[in-house]
């Protein structure tokens, strides 16, 4: 299978303690070794593709924020760094470039590993370590570029993907299907939220709960969902976040449950898969939990 990454990520710095730092790459590299896998340098995506979701004001409100040295602040806990911008247009065109390659019959599979995550990320709003909204641009060129008629996204990062709703809230031709635990930041992801087309399912999980409710509620809910809508591409957005040793969140999974959740998606869609990196805040369980996902994409 592919990976796309590069090395620009590793230049988005965070202030000395934010769980959003260059290791978690590092850590991602660790899961990997010793795959075998096929990697590709993430091309640097034209501002056209973040255009695709943001409206151009504020792709250059965040262009102009990036700072000359230390760190400018767009949010609370969102900052950016002399390489933020690069490393942003990296992730970005990791996950076209993903796009592209899985829809041309290259691979069945990608893992995109970069960072800044995208997954909060809303229409003119950085928030939660999130600049761009990558997997729903990657949606999006999918849907208007390729010409897909239906894509679907799956996310399980612990926390809800409430930019990527946002982005595609008014997409019918895409379905979003988040799980995470509520209550938690970003406080959205309630069941009623359902999209502008009911195009959307979100699947809220007590906190406390492992794998075994995770597993009953995929099976219950969102695996009979993207049966049904029979989608020509799945994109994951691939959060760890919600493994039991993560310091952000309250969800008890471990790494065999990524595992076994990416190989039941994938046998459920039947289709080309292109996964992206968003949470995922202790390192070795990040490492662990990486490795088990992409072992499953390359079965």
Request: charged share 20%.
């Given at each position: 299978?592919?990976?796309?990454?590069?090395?620009?990520?590793?230049?988005?710095?965070?202030p000395p303690?934010?769980?959003?730092?260059?290791?978690?790459?590092?850590?991602?590299?660790?899961?990997?070794?010793?795959?075998?896998?096929?990697?590709?340098?993430?091309?640097?995506a034209?501002?056209?593709?973040?255009?695709?979701?943001?409206?151009?004001?504020?792709?250059?409100?965040?262009?102009?924020?990036?700072?000359?040295?230390?760190?400018?602040?767009?949010?609370?806990?969102?900052?950016?760094?002399?390489?933020?911008?690069?490393?942003?247009?990296?992730?970005?065109?990791?996950?076209?470039?993903?796009?592209?390659?899985?829809?041309?019959?290259?691979?069945p599979?990608?893992?995109?590993?970069?960072?800044?995550?995208?997954?909060h990320?809303?229409?003119?709003?950085?928030?939660?370590?999130?600049?761009?909204?990558?997997?729903?641009?990657?949606?999006?060129?999918?849907?208007d570029?390729?010409?897909?008629?239906?894509?679907?996204?799956?996310?399980?990062?612990?926390?809800?993907?409430?930019?990527?709703q946002?982005?595609?809230?008014?997409?019918?031709?895409?379905l979003f299907?988040?799980s995470?635990?509520?209550?938690?930041?970003?406080?959205?992801?309630?069941?009623?939220?359902?999209?502008?087309?009911?195009?959307?399912?979100?699947?809220?999980?007590?906190?406390?709960?492992?794998?075994?409710?995770?597993?009953?509620?995929?099976?219950?809910?969102v695996?009979?969902?993207?049966?049904?809508?029979?989608p020509?591409?799945?994109?994951?957005?691939?959060?760890?976040?919600a493994?039991?040793?993560?310091?952000?969140?309250?969800?008890?999974?471990?790494?065999?449950?990524?595992?076994?959740?990416?190989?039941?998606l994938?046998?459920?869609?039947?289709?080309?898969?292109?996964?992206?990196?968003?949470?995922?805040?202790?390192?070795?369980?990040?490492?662990?939990?990486?490795?088990?996902?992409?072992?499953?994409?390359?079965?």
């Amino acid at each position: 299978m592919l990976v796309f990454s590069h090395d620009d990520g590793l230049g988005h710095e965070t202030p000395p303690g934010h769980p959003e730092c260059a290791d978690r790459l590092r850590a991602v590299e660790r899961g990997l070794a010793g795959l075998a896998l096929t990697r590709r340098e993430s091309p640097l995506a034209d501002e056209a593709e973040l255009r695709r979701c943001h409206p151009a004001a504020y792709v250059a409100r965040v262009k102009a924020a990036v700072p000359e040295d230390g760190w400018s602040q767009l949010d609370g806990d969102t900052f950016l760094s002399p390489g933020s911008w690069t490393a942003a247009l990296r992730a970005v065109g990791g996950v076209c470039a993903a796009v592209d390659a899985v829809l041309a019959g290259e691979a069945p599979t990608v893992f995109v590993a970069a960072r800044p995550p995208g997954h909060h990320a809303e229409t003119a709003r950085a928030m939660g370590f999130c600049l761009f909204g990558t997997v729903a641009i990657a949606a999006k060129r999918a849907l208007d570029h390729h010409g897909l008629d239906r894509v679907a996204i799956v996310d399980f990062d612990v926390h809800h993907g409430n930019g990527t709703q946002d982005l595609l809230w008014e997409e019918e031709r895409c379905l979003f299907i988040s799980s995470h635990q509520m209550p938690l930041y970003p406080g959205s992801g309630h069941p009623s939220e359902t999209g502008a087309h009911g195009q959307a399912l979100n699947v809220p999980l007590r906190g406390g709960s492992d794998g075994a409710a995770m597993r009953a509620a995929y099976e219950a809910q969102v695996f009979p969902r993207l049966a049904a809508w029979q989608p020509q591409l799945l994109l994951i957005s691939a959060g760890f976040d919600a493994h039991a040793a993560d310091p952000l969140a309250g969800l008890n999974w471990q790494a065999a449950d990524f595992g076994w959740l990416t190989r039941r998606l994938r046998a459920v869609a039947g289709v080309p898969v292109v996964s992206t990196l968003e949470g995922g805040y202790d390192l070795d369980a990040l490492a662990e939990s990486v490795a088990a996902h992409v072992i499953a994409l390359m079965e």
